[in-house]
């Protein structure tokens, strides 16, 4: 039995919700998104849990190297595409796609020496990577005369999907579609979000019109959490593909007025039982929960910006007290009698959530997810029955 934090990864789970996108957006070839070591899930396994996707999407270059050097030798596009000639012949190298978002990729390619097939992103309104909707005409017809280019995907990305009441996501589709125009090949604008609550994004007719195969791109989904603001995983029917979970290593009373943990930040209202638990903030766990909980013995408020969060032991909750440590953090167990060292903690998974957490530390999913700490260990295990 180890005393430090593991991530107990589901590979029911992860299944289920690529079972999912499919159900939602029906047709669409599916690629998954497994930058950032598969959200914190593992980048080899998750590849090789979900064989069934039919391409996979990284960020880095080195993240691509780990897959094929891991024989996962399924389509891979390299999102952030590459900056120069050395990274052009490795991407030829380990046959991957690259996404093009500037005029310099363009001319990059024009010059190069391997054959690659692309993704051309538009920047419709994020403001972020890609090409001006105007420059597409000219960087299109630049990219199909290019001897180094096989094919071409159009792309873009979609800033406000999360938020079904706002009208940029319509604006965006409006002007992404402008630049279709009918457009005689493939092209990919869904993420979660929009897989979950814009069907105008995943298929041609209304803003979007188009002859070719239409990409879906999930992330956060495919991992069990609900990328959607009004919303949650259950609601949306997403299992959680993580369970993060660690050990109580200690159990002892505590009395009225008694202070706990780095800063005192937390005064004990009644006497009751505190459990210290085997995770820390060095284990990706957030520093922000429980920092205001209570009040110092002069009655002045705690230090901190986060919220109250909860674990899960013996299928009850316990709140978090006190500032989180840097390898342990205090919970309080008076209304959990039977607690003894030794019980299994639920950190996040089915219960808490990894979205409760996130609410109580004042972030997001993706953040605690992919802050899982280097020294957690990566578990398969299974979905609860």
Not at 228 to 257: N, W
Not at 293 to 314: F, K, L, N, P, Q
Request: aromatic residues 4%; hydrophobic residues 45%.
């Amino acid at each position: 039995m180890t005393t430090g934090a593991v991530a107990v990864i589901r590979p029911a789970a992860l299944h289920h919700n690529l079972a999912r996108v499919r159900e939602l957006a029906p047709g669409c070839p599916v690629l998954a998104v497994i930058k950032a070591n598969a959200y914190g899930h593992g980048l080899i396994e998750v590849a090789r849990i979900l064989d069934g996707a039919d391409a996979f999407a990284v960020a880095r270059m080195d993240e691509a190297q780990q897959l094929r050097a891991a024989g996962i030798d399924k389509r891979v596009v390299l999102l952030g595409g590459c900056l120069t000639t050395a990274e052009l012949d490795e991407a030829g190298r380990l046959g991957i796609d690259i996404v093009v978002h500037s005029m310099d990729q363009v001319a990059l390619l024009e010059s190069a020496a391997v054959l690659l097939d692309c993704w051309l992103k538009v920047d419709s309104g994020m403001s972020r990577l890609g090409i001006a909707p105007e420059t597409v005409p000219t960087a299109l017809a630049r990219l199909q005369k290019a001897r180094t280019v096989r094919s071409t995907v159009l792309m873009t990305h979609l800033a406000c999907a999360d938020d079904p009441a706002d009208p940029a996501t319509e604006e965006q589709l409006r002007r992404f579609g402008a630049v279709l125009d009918g457009w005689d090949g493939e092209i990919s604008v869904a993420n979660s979000a929009a897989i979950l609550h814009w069907p105008d994004a995943l298929r041609s007719g209304g803003p979007l019109r188009y002859r070719g195969r239409n990409w879906v791109r999930p992330g956060l989904m495919l991992y069990g959490a609900s990328p959607m603001r009004r919303q949650s995983a259950r609601q949306l029917d997403l299992q959680p593909a993580m369970s993060f979970e660690t050990r109580l290593i200690a159990v002892k009373p505590v009395r009225r007025g008694q202070r706990v943990g780095y800063g005192g930040h937390w005064v004990a209202p009644r006497d009751g039982v505190l459990g210290v638990v085997a995770v820390g903030y060095a284990d990706g766990y957030p520093w922000q929960v429980g920092a205001q909980v209570g009040a110092h013995v002069d009655g002045s408020a705690g230090t901190g910006a986060g919220g109250v969060a909860v674990v899960g032991i013996r299928q009850q909750a316990a709140p978090v007290v006190g500032r989180v440590s840097m390898d342990m953090l205090t919970v309080d167990l008076t209304e959990v009698p039977d607690a003894r060292p030794g019980d299994r903690v639920v950190l996040w998974g089915d219960s808490p959530t990894v979205e409760e957490v996130a609410v109580a530390a004042r972030t997001i999913p993706w953040t605690l997810l992919t802050a899982i700490g280097r020294r957690v260990a990566l578990r398969p295990g299974r979905n609860p029955s």
